[in-house]
């Protein structure tokens, strides 16, 4: 997380609250949400095929999230030339270092191959892959793997004692609050607030 403080010639401030993982987190949930919507109401084929189009970025968003955090979680418990080696690593081996720190074994094991395998297709497209992608990137994967991913992240959260990503506006309402009253409505994660 970052905060940049700009002061203006008038002395009007501005506080920026950046988080990159908080971003991506409420991307997926913006893109997750706008299929629903659209699901919901799937009154037309062009409906479905926008749905189908907002589904597949949530779950690109939602892995790219994930492994985010599992990065951030990493360079936090190894020594610095462990972590420039593993940084690299694919998702389950990342998976892996995590669950070896926890102090007890978590409830259920993670899986998110099928999830991982369709957003490897997307991001390594291949000719001949449309129709799979099509079919397999449904409201029913994305909830599982929302589902999954969330779990095991509230249970690595509570045995590791680390946060999967700030709360940008939580983080930084006392140096808001020290600067004075805030703009309406420009509160929030990685937003401006301007004084």
């Known amino acids: 997380m970052e905060m940049r403080v700009d002061i203006a010639p008038n002395g009007r401030v501005a506080v920026e609250t950046i988080s990159a993982l908080e971003d991506l987190w409420h991307d997926f949930e913006y893109f997750r949400n706008r ?18 189009r907002y589904r597949r970025a949530a779950l690109l968003m ?14 936090h418990l190894l020594p610095t030339r462990e972590w ?15 669950q070896q720190r926890f102090p007890r074994v978590p409830g259920s094991p993670l899986d998110v191959k099928e999830a991982k395998r369709l957003r ?8 001949g892959s449309d129709g799979e992608l099509y079919d397999k990137i449904t409201q029913d994967l994305l909830c599982t793997a929302e589902r999954d991913v969330s779990v095991w992240l509230i249970d690595a959260e509570r045995q590791l004692g680390l946060k999967r990503h700030y709360n940008t506006e939580l ?21 401006v607030t301007e004084e």
Not at 62 to 75: C, H
Not at 120 to 127: A, D, G, S
């Open 171 to 191: 983080e930084s309402r006392e140096l808001r609050q020290a600067l004075g009253e805030t703009i309406e409505g420009t509160e929030g994660y990685t937003g």
């Open 62 to 75: 939602l892995l790219i999230y994930f492994e985010g955090v599992l990065n951030q979680w990493l360079q």
């Open 120 to 127: 490897n297709m997307l991001v390594h497209l291949k000719p």
């Open 35 to 52: 299929a629903n919507e659209l699901d919901d109401s799937a009154s037309s084929p062009t409906d479905q095929l926008i749905a189908k």
């Open 84 to 98: 420039l080696r593993s940084e690299r690593n694919c998702l389950e081996l990342k998976i892996d270092a995590i």
